[in-house]
Nanobody
Framework: QVQLVESGGGLVQAGGSLRLSCAGSGRTFSYYAMGWFRQAPGKEREFVAG????????DYADSVKGRFTISRNNAKNTMYLEMNSLRPEDTAVYYC????????????????????WGQGTQVTVSS
Protein backbone atom coordinates (compact mmCIF):
# COMPACT_ATOMS: atom_id res chain seq x y z
CA GLN A 1 0.00 0.00 0.00
CA VAL A 2 1.16 3.54 -0.71
CA GLN A 3 -0.06 6.93 0.44
CA LEU A 4 0.30 9.90 -1.91
CA VAL A 5 0.52 13.61 -1.15
CA GLU A 6 0.60 16.26 -3.89
CA SER A 7 2.11 19.72 -3.57
CA GLY A 8 3.19 22.60 -5.75
CA GLY A 9 -0.11 23.86 -7.07
CA GLY A 10 -1.00 27.53 -7.16
CA LEU A 11 -1.99 30.53 -9.24
CA VAL A 12 0.08 31.39 -12.30
CA GLN A 13 -0.36 33.60 -15.36
CA ALA A 14 -0.78 32.13 -18.81
CA GLY A 15 2.59 31.22 -20.25
CA GLY A 16 4.05 30.56 -16.84
CA SER A 17 5.35 27.39 -15.22
CA LEU A 18 4.71 25.24 -12.18
CA ARG A 19 6.19 22.03 -10.85
CA LEU A 20 3.96 19.60 -9.02
CA SER A 21 5.33 16.97 -6.68
CA CYS A 22 3.78 13.75 -5.46
CA ALA A 23 5.40 12.21 -2.39
CA GLY A 24 4.74 8.54 -1.73
CA SER A 25 5.10 6.60 1.46
CA GLY A 26 6.51 3.12 1.85
CA ARG A 27 9.66 1.31 0.80
CA THR A 28 8.10 -0.19 -2.35
CA PHE A 29 7.46 3.11 -4.15
CA SER A 30 9.58 1.94 -7.08
CA TYR A 31 7.22 -0.98 -7.68
CA TYR A 32 4.40 1.39 -8.63
CA ALA A 33 3.61 2.85 -12.00
CA MET A 34 2.47 6.42 -11.52
CA GLY A 35 0.25 8.94 -13.23
CA TRP A 36 -1.11 12.46 -13.13
CA PHE A 37 -4.78 13.20 -13.75
CA ARG A 38 -6.73 16.42 -13.59
CA GLN A 39 -10.31 17.48 -13.12
CA ALA A 40 -11.66 20.84 -14.18
CA PRO A 41 -14.97 22.19 -12.81
CA GLY A 42 -17.91 20.45 -14.44
CA LYS A 43 -15.69 17.97 -16.27
CA GLU A 44 -14.63 14.40 -15.77
CA ARG A 45 -11.20 13.54 -14.45
CA GLU A 46 -8.78 13.03 -17.33
CA PHE A 47 -5.37 11.48 -17.85
CA VAL A 48 -2.49 13.95 -18.12
CA ALA A 49 0.72 11.90 -17.99
CA GLY A 50 2.02 8.54 -16.83
CA UNK A 51 5.40 7.00 -16.05
CA UNK A 52 6.46 3.40 -15.58
CA UNK A 53 8.01 1.99 -12.41
CA UNK A 54 11.57 2.81 -13.49
CA UNK A 55 10.97 6.25 -14.93
CA UNK A 56 12.35 5.17 -18.30
CA UNK A 57 9.01 5.32 -20.13
CA UNK A 58 6.31 7.95 -20.11
CA ASP A 59 3.26 9.01 -22.05
CA TYR A 60 1.15 12.14 -22.25
CA ALA A 61 -2.26 13.37 -23.22
CA ASP A 62 -2.17 15.15 -26.57
CA SER A 63 -3.24 18.40 -24.91
CA VAL A 64 -0.06 18.60 -22.83
CA LYS A 65 2.56 17.01 -25.11
CA GLY A 66 5.57 19.24 -25.53
CA ARG A 67 4.58 21.41 -22.53
CA PHE A 68 4.50 19.01 -19.57
CA THR A 69 7.18 16.58 -18.40
CA ILE A 70 6.63 13.74 -15.96
CA SER A 71 9.52 12.27 -14.00
CA ARG A 72 10.22 10.37 -10.81
CA ASN A 73 13.00 9.92 -8.28
CA ASN A 74 12.56 6.54 -6.63
CA ALA A 75 15.33 7.23 -4.14
CA LYS A 76 13.21 10.13 -2.86
CA ASN A 77 9.84 8.37 -3.28
CA THR A 78 8.68 11.32 -5.35
CA MET A 79 7.10 11.93 -8.74
CA TYR A 80 7.04 15.28 -10.52
CA LEU A 81 5.09 17.08 -13.19
CA GLU A 82 6.90 20.01 -14.76
CA MET A 83 4.32 22.23 -16.47
CA ASN A 84 5.44 24.93 -18.89
CA SER A 85 3.58 27.29 -21.23
CA LEU A 86 0.52 26.99 -19.06
CA ARG A 87 -2.85 27.90 -20.50
CA PRO A 88 -6.14 28.86 -18.83
CA GLU A 89 -7.57 25.51 -19.97
CA ASP A 90 -4.98 23.76 -17.78
CA THR A 91 -6.84 25.05 -14.74
CA ALA A 92 -7.93 22.04 -12.69
CA VAL A 93 -7.34 20.02 -9.57
CA TYR A 94 -4.37 17.78 -10.29
CA TYR A 95 -4.18 14.31 -8.76
CA CYS A 96 -1.37 11.82 -8.62
CA UNK A 97 -2.15 8.13 -8.72
CA UNK A 98 -0.34 4.82 -8.36
CA UNK A 99 -0.80 1.21 -9.31
CA UNK A 100 1.32 -1.77 -8.39
CA UNK A 101 3.04 -2.72 -11.62
CA UNK A 102 6.71 -3.55 -11.17
CA UNK A 103 8.97 -4.33 -14.11
CA UNK A 104 6.32 -3.39 -16.67
CA UNK A 105 6.86 -0.76 -19.36
CA UNK A 106 3.11 -0.33 -19.89
CA UNK A 107 1.72 3.13 -19.12
CA UNK A 108 -1.77 3.10 -17.62
CA UNK A 109 -4.08 5.83 -18.92
CA UNK A 110 -7.43 4.88 -17.44
CA UNK A 111 -8.60 6.18 -14.10
CA UNK A 112 -9.92 2.73 -13.22
CA UNK A 113 -6.44 1.22 -13.64
CA UNK A 114 -5.09 3.05 -10.61
CA UNK A 115 -5.42 1.81 -7.06
CA UNK A 116 -4.19 4.74 -4.97
CA TRP A 117 -4.87 8.47 -5.21
CA GLY A 118 -3.67 11.65 -3.60
CA GLN A 119 -5.96 14.38 -2.33
CA GLY A 120 -5.26 16.74 -5.23
CA THR A 121 -3.68 20.15 -5.64
CA GLN A 122 -5.30 23.14 -7.33
CA VAL A 123 -3.68 24.71 -10.37
CA THR A 124 -5.20 27.96 -11.62
CA VAL A 125 -3.94 29.66 -14.76
CA SER A 126 -5.11 33.21 -15.32
CA SER A 127 -5.38 34.78 -18.75
Amino acid sequence: QVQLVESGGGLVQAGGSLRLSCAGSGRTFSYYAMGWFRQAPGKEREFVAGVDWSGDRSDYADSVKGRFTISRNNAKNTMYLEMNSLRPEDTAVYYCAALLRPYSAQIAKKEADYDYWGQGTQVTVSS
